[in-house]
């Protein structure tokens, strides 16, 4: 069965860069036409999509948050990895690593982590 | 961007209710759409894809419709599991970002 597993520090420093990676296991992320990707929910606020990873290796982002963002991936330990560059409070979420097929939904979510920004 | 839009932002309801939460998209997202379940502390749940088609394993008290700006997301018969926030999201285009809606909160009446 797929799993993923958000892994990184729960505290950022503001104007520092955030990593977080996913683990997946009980599927390969070069499997055709699934993407791997990255969204995060605010306390108490909607959900944002941040970015995804293609199967072949085509990275997308969010337009608002393209200047900041970089995906990308590890195939041979089936992990990929967001960095997310010049943090504020606002970058304080819920961040969800997840899985979606093609003309699909998003089927698979991580359990999700807590990233807090603050000195 | 495509901005996404759900009404209402709450709805009470009871047991048996039937309940239409709808979704309106700033510019076309053809059927695009996802409807996504969620419960407090839990990641979302994906319920309904390209507008109308039901997720395995979901039950079939739940449905969508729509096309192009407006879509519905149909609970034909509210059961006591349903109480959380529903979110739609377009996946039309990458260049627009695949934008969230604000959520609707189905609590008990």
């Known amino acids: 069965q797929l799993q993923m597993q958000e892994s990184g520090p729960g505290l950022v420093q503001p104007s520092e860069t955030l990593s977080l990676t996913c683990t997946v296991s009980?599927?390969?992320?070069?499997?055709?036409?699934?993407?791997w990707g990255w969204i995060r929910q605010p306390p108490g606020k909607e959900l944002e999509w941040i970015g995804s990873?293609?199967?072949?290796?085509?990275?997308y982002y969010n337009p608002s948050l393209k200047s900041r963002v970089t995906i990308s991936a590890d195939t041979s330990k089936n992990q990929f990895f967001l960095r997310l560059s010049s943090v504020t409070a606002a970058d304080t979420a819920v961040y969800y690593c997840?899985?979606?097929?093609?003309?699909?939904?998003?089927?698979?979510w991580g359990q999700g982590t807590t990233v807090s920004v603050s000195s | 961007d495509i901005q996404m839009t759900q009404s209402p932002s709450t709805l009470s309801a009871s047991v048996g209710d039937r309940v239409i939460i709808t979704c309106r998209a700033s510019?076309?997202?053809?059927?695009?759409l996802a409807w996504y379940q969620q419960k407090p502390g839990k990641a979302p749940k994906l319920l309904i894809y390209?507008?109308?088609g039901v997720e395995s394993g979901v039950p079939s008290r739940f449905s969508g419709s729509g096309s192009g700006t407006e879509f519905t997301l149909t609970i034909s018969s509210l059961q006591p599991d349903d109480f959380a926030t529903y979110y739609c999201?377009?996946?039309?285009?990458?260049?627009?970002?695949?934008?969230f809606g604000p959520g609707t909160k189905v609590d008990i009446k």
């Open positions: 990873i293609f199967y072949s290796g085509a990275t």
């Open positions: 390209k507008a109308t």
């Open positions: 999201q377009q996946y039309n285009s990458y260049s627009e970002g695949f934008s």
């Open positions: 997840a899985r979606r097929q093609v003309g699909h939904g998003v089927d698979v």
């Open positions: 510019q076309s997202v053809n059927s695009w």
């Open positions: 009980g599927d390969s992320i070069t499997r055709s036409s699934y993407y």
